[in-house]
């Protein structure tokens, strides 16, 4: 799948779906399954730079995919956080504006004849992302096919 | 300071502020000096419920509160993350729609006498907030008064 913006984001993971003005990839550490990153299509470096259009589109965004995740698989409840900590580990810092959308749950799921479980539901904060198990990309795509299957705002192109 | 909707949400923190749809509240652990929490004055429970004018009263927050925070203190970068975890520690959970404002800080800064350090500073996502030291009220007092009196959008009475 081709999507607009993707070369400068592509670190972030892999292309699931696009908006307007976001792009929707899902995330490389998929620990906790469904785990995705919500990057803005235009280079800005803090949520204080976002236009009125952009927060709308973030919103229906939000709708979309918490309902597609919540259809595709059995999530609890998400994490939303928009950290940019990576971009200042660099000198000069080097931030580009995503969000991250962590699925939570309270039970070990099986997809795919993998078991994702959440280690730290309830517990804390979004967990370290340092050290994760990888995936086949087979179940990568079966993930993200799953996901797209779902989703409604995000599917009508360029919304 | 009285503030609408306090009563629920008084866990949070004291009252710094407030808008029409949100409560602007100082954390109690200002580790990262200027912690905040804004809590949405409705019964709500995941961000797919925001409606868009709740929406766009959250972005002139974000702008208000991270450009007041950057005048009063020497912040490098922010951290927002709207996370619900302890809500969902009870069964049945109890969650309540609020988001964590965390300030970064590359280097120590001194405020009323005190060292604040962020030791995870570009490390990690948000820390373990377990575990904090206290400040006394009037410091409290002191960095709420400092932050209020840079804010501009929050400062018209019910924007």
Request: aromatic share 10%; proline share 5%; net charge negative.
């Given at each position: 799948m081709e999507c607009e913006y993707f070369d400068k984001v592509k670190d972030y993971g892999s292309c699931l779906a696009e908006s307007r003005y976001w792009l929707?990839?899902?995330a490389p550490d998929q620990r906790n399954l469904g785990t995705c990153v919500v990057a803005l299509k235009r280079d800005e470096t803090s949520l204080?730079?976002?236009?009125?259009?952009?927060?709308?589109?973030?919103?229906?965004?939000?709708?979309?995919?918490?309902?597609?995740?919540?259809?595709?698989?059995?999530?609890t409840m998400f994490n939303w956080?928009?950290?940019?900590n990576s971009g200042y580990k660099k000198d000069p810092p080097d931030a580009h504006l995503h969000w991250h959308l962590i699925p939570r749950y309270k039970k070990p799921v099986k997809f795919a004849d993998y078991v994702f479980k959440d280690l730290c539901f309830g517990k804390s904060t979004m967990h370290d992302r340092?050290?994760?198990p990888s995936i086949t990309d087979?179940?990568?795509r079966e993930i993200s096919d799953t996901i797209r299957m779902h989703l409604k705002y995000?599917?009508?192109k360029k919304v």
């Open positions: 929707i990839l899902l204080s730079g976002l236009n009125d259009p952009e927060w709308l589109d973030f919103s229906k965004i939000v709708e979309d995919l918490e309902s597609a995740l919540r259809t595709a698989f059995p999530v956080g928009c950290l940019l340092s050290d994760f087979k179940v990568r995000l599917n009508r």
